[in-house]
C-alpha cells in the first residue's frame, strides 16, 4: 500500500516535471501538456500504483478537466473502431472458450499425432496456431484453453512438479509457452496489443497494415519459428520420456466425455472459417476488420451461443475498453497537436550520417531486450513502438521493414521472462521450469528467433514487395 | 425460446418492410435505410428477443456492414460525452452504495424524525431524494439503498405480506416507489434516461438542458410532488398503524451496528458535495456534467475507495454503455443524414392550423399514459421522445415547455405498474401491494403528478424565463 503512494507520486512527479519544463521551440503548450499527461500515463501503466484502467480513466479526466482536449476529444478513442476491434475479438474468444470448441481442436490433433513426445509438443503449437486468430487475448489462449490441456496431460504421464517433471511436463510447459509467443505475433487479432500496433503505425508512418498483410508477412517466419523453436527446446531441454503412445488414448478419453460436437460448437466453428474467409480478403471485399468480428459476435448472440450476460462478465473486454481506448484518444491527439511529428523531426536531425541498418539493428535490439523491464506486452508497446519506429525511419529504415520488424519484436521479447506477459506466470506457475532455466531458454530462443524474422523474414518481406 | 424467435422474426419483418419500402420525396436513401434499422432497434428494445444489449450491437453492426454508416460512425455513441456521464454515474453510484453512505443518510433520517407512520413515508422519500442526483440508476437506488431499509423497517413494525401487510408494510412501499418515480424526475442524474433526453431534445430542438437548468426546473413541481404524493397515499392507502415510536430506536440500533464513519464513506461525502457543487455552477465554471461525473470517479479510484475491480464488476455501466451508446450513434446519424429534419417539416405542415395548446395537451396524455406499454423507462423515451417533442414543437408549442414537460412525463409515467422500470418490480416483488390497488394508486398518483409539474411547472417555468 506504502509503496503503491510512493509509485503513485512518483509518476505524479514525473508528470508534472515535464508539465512545468519550458515548451520547446516549435510545439504547441497543449502538445507539450498532453505530453506530459501522456508520459505519466505510460510510467503508470508500468509502475501501477493503480490498476492501468483507473490510471487511464484519470488521464483522460485530467486532460478534460485542465482543457487540453475538450471532453469530447478526451473521450474519442472509446469509439475508435481498433478499439471494438478488440472488444468483439475478446467477446468472439469467449465464445471459442466457452462452447469447448478450442479444447476439442487440440484433443483431436493430438489423438491422430500425438504418439511422441516431440509431436506432442508440435501439435500443442499447431493447436495454439489454429485457434490464434480468434483469441486476441493470448492469456485467454494460454490460460483458458491450450494450458489446461498440456497441464492434464503431464499429469496423464504421471509427470508433475518435482522429480518428475522433466519426464515430460518441463518440455511440454516450455513448448506451450514459446509457441504461444509466436503465434501471438503471427495475426493482429491473435494478441491484444497487435490491433494497438497497427494503429500506432499508422499514427505515427501514416501507413495501413492490413489484417491480410500482417498474416501474410508473418506467415514465412512465423512457420519456420513454430517448426524450429519446438524442436530446439527438446534437444536443449529434452524431456525423459519421448514415446508416449498413451497420449492418444488420454485424448481420445477426453473426447469421448465431450461427446458429440454441439451445436454450439458447430455455429462457433462456421463463425471462425467465415471471418477468417472475410479478415483475409478484406482488401477485395473492402470490409473493415472490426466489421467482420462484430458480424462474428452478432450472429454468435443471435444464435445465442453467446449470452448476453456472459457479454457483460467478459471483464477483459471492459478493462481492455477503457485503458486502451483512454490510450488511443491521447495518442491519437498527441500526433494530432503536432508532438510525434516534431519529435521525429528532431530525432532525424540528431542521426543524420548514421548508415540507416545500424541504427536499424541497434534499435531493435535495445526493443527487444528492453522487455526484461516490462510486464505486460501492451505496455511495452505503448511505452516504446511510437517512438523506436519513428526514430528507425527517421534514420532512414524503409517504413513497412521498420513498422513489421518492431511488430514482431513486440510479441517475440515475451520468450524472455516468467512474468513477460500474462501467459507467462501461467505457464511459470505451474512449477515444471525454475526461472534460471527459463530465463537461459527464453534468451537463447529469443536470439533464434530475432535470426528468423529479422533475417529471413526480411528478405521474405522484400520478395512480397513491402520494402 | 419459440416465443423469442417470433418476436425476432416479427422485428426483422418490420426492418425489412420498411427497408424496402420506396424512399419518400425530398429525404437520402441512406436515411430510410437509417431509419429501418432504427425502427426495428426499437421494436426489438420493446418486445426483447434478445437482450436489448445485443439488439444494439447487432444494429450497429448492421448499419456498417451494410454500408448505411461508416464503421466509425456506427461506432460513434461510444464516444459520447452523454454515455461517459451515463457510465460515470453507475461507477459513483457504486461508491455510495458499496461504503454504505446511503444507507446511513437514510438511517439518520429516520432516527431523526421517524416517529409517525407519515413521517417514515417521507423520510425515506427525503433520503432517496438526497442520494438521487448521485445515482442515475433508479434501479440501484431503489434496489441497493432504500428497499431493503423500507423492507426491514417494515418487519421492524411486525408488517409482513399477507394479514399484517397493511399495518405499516403497504403503506412505506407505495410511497418509497412513487417516491423514487418523482426523484428520478428531479435531476438529469437521477435516471439513466434524463441525460438521454437531454441529448435527443439537443438533436431534435437543438437546444441545451443543463444539468443545473433541469434541476431548477424540476425544484418547485419536484417539492410539492414530494410533499402532496406521500399525503395523498396515506389518505388513500392509510396503514394501520400511525405512530412508530419504535422506528427511530430501529434506525439507532441499525447505526450502531455500521459504526463510526469510514474513511471511505466521509470521501464519498465530500465526493458527493463536491461533485454537486460542481454540477450545479457549470454556467458559472464551464466544465462539462461529464468531466465532474468522470471526475468524482477518478477520486473514488485514487482513493481506492472504488477499486479497478468493482468498476469491472458495475454490469449495469458495461450494458448502457452499450445499447445507449449505439443507440446515440443512430439517433444521431438520424438527425445529421436529414430524417429528424424532414420528419418534423412533414408533421408541422399536417397539423398546421390545429391551437398549440391543445395538440400539446393530447400529446403530454397520449406520451404518458403510453408507458402502460412498456417495461423500461429508457426504452419509452428512445421511442417516443424525439417525435413527441418535435411534433409539439411543429405545433407551436414553445421549446422549452414542450422538452422539459415530455422530460418529466417521461420520469412521472413510472407511476402507473408494476413493471414500469426495474424500480417497480423490487418494491412490488416485496409482495405488500396487490397489483389492482397498485394500479389504481398509480392511476390516481399519475393525475397528481400531471397537474402539479403540468400545471404549477409550467408557470414557474414562465417565472424562470425559459418560455
Redesign the interface.
Known amino acids: 500500500m506504502k509503496g503503491n503512494i510512493a509509485k ?1 507520486l512518483g509518476v505524479l512527479a514525473v508528470g508534472v516535471i515535464i508539465w512545468f519544463m519550458p515548451v520547446p521551440v516549435g510545439l504547441k503548450p497543449a502538445a507539450w501538456k498532453l505530453f506530459a499527461v501522456f508520459m505519466a500515463t505510460i510510467l503508470g501503466f508500468i509502475l501501477q500504483p ?2 492501468i ?2 490510471i487511464a ?2 488521464s ?3 486532460t ?2 485542465t482543457g487540453v482536449l475538450k ?2 476529444e478526451a ?7 481498433t478499439i ?1 476491434l478488440i472488444v468483439s475479438a475478446f467477446l468472439f474468444a469467449k465464445g471459442f472458450i466457452k462452447t469447448g470448441l478450442g479444447r476439442r481442436i487440440a484433443y483431436l490433433l493430438i489423438r491422430k499425432m500425438g504418439d511422441s513426445t516431440l509431436k506432442l509438443g508440435y501439435t500443442i503449437v499447431l493447436s495454439d496456431l489454429i485457434i490464434s486468430p480468434a483469441t486476441p487475448s493470448n492469456a485467454a489462449r494460454a490460460g483458458g484453453i491450450i494450458f489446461p490441456i498440456v497441464r492434464s496431460l503431464a499429469s496423464a504421464f504421471d509427470s508433475e512438479p518435482g522429480p518428475s517433471a522433466r519426464r515430460v511436463g518441463s518440455f511440454l510447459m516450455q513448448t506451450g509457452y514459446q509457441g504461444n509467443t509466436i503465434t501471438s505475433a503471427m495475426f493482429m487479432t491473435a494478441m491484444a496489443g497487435n490491433p494497438l500496433i497497427s494503429l500506432l503505425a499508422a499514427q505515427a508512418l501514416n501507413i495501413q497494415i492490413t489484417w491480410g498483410q500482417w498474416a501474410l508477412a508473418a506467415s514465412v517466419p512465423g512457420v519456420l519459428s513454430l517448426l524450429v523453436v519446438p524442436y530446439f527446446i527438446y534437444k536443449a531441454y529434452p524431456p525423459e520420456l519421448k514415446k508416449t503412445p498413451e497420449a492418444k488414448a488420454f485424448a481420445a478419453g477426453e473426447l469421448e466425455k465431450m461427446g458429440a460436437m454441439s451445436l454450439g460448437e458447430k455455429i462457433v466453428a462456421g463463425i471462425f472459417i467465415g471471418a477468417l474467409a472475410l479478415w483475409s480478403t478484406s482488401q477485395y471485399t473492402n ?2 476488420a ?2 467482420v468480428a ?2 462474428a ?2 450472429v454468435m ?2 444464435t ?1 451461443v453467446l449470452e ?2 456472459d ?3 467478459e ?1 477483459g473486454a ?2 481492455t475498453l ?1 485503458w486502451m481506448g483512454a490510450l488511443v ?1 491521447l495518442a491519437g491527439y498527441l500526433s494530432k497537436l503536432g508532438f510525434i511529428p516534431w519529435f521525429s523531426k528532431a530525432v532525424g536531425a540528431s542521426i543524420a550520417g548514421v548508415p540507416w541498418f545500424q541504427a536499424f539493428v541497434v534499435l531493435l535490439v535495445i526493443y527487444m531486450y528492453a522487455h526484461y523491464g516490462f510486464a505486460s506486452l501492451t505496455a511495452h508497446i505503448t511505452a516504446m513502438y511510437s517512438a523506436f519506429v519513428t526514430v528507425a525511419v527517421a534514420a532512414g529504415a524503409p517504413v513497412y521493414l521498420a513498422a513489421l520488424a518492431l511488430a514482431f519484436m513486440s510479441n517475440l521479447c515475451m520468450s524472455l521472462t516468467h512474468y513477460a506477459a500474462a501467459p507467462a506466470p501461467i505457464y511459470f506457475g505451474a512449477g515444471y521450469v525454475d526461472q534460471g532455466t527459463w530465463w537461459k531458454l527464453g534468451f537463447m530462443v529469443s536470439v533464434i528467433n530475432i535470426v528468423i524474422w529479422v533475417g529471413v523474414g526480411s528478405l521474405w518481406w522484400k520478395a512480397l514487395g513491402l520494402w
Chains 1, 2 share one sequence.
Open positions: 503513485g493503480l490498476p484502467g483507473a480513466f484519470i483522460i479526466t485530467f478534460a478537466l471532453p469530447a473521450l474519442s478513442g472509446f469509439g475508435d473502431t471494438w470490409l473493415n472490426t466489421v462484430m458480424l459476435v452478432s448472440l443471435g445465442r448476453w450476460k457479454v457483460l462478465e471483464k471492459w478493462d477503457v484518444g
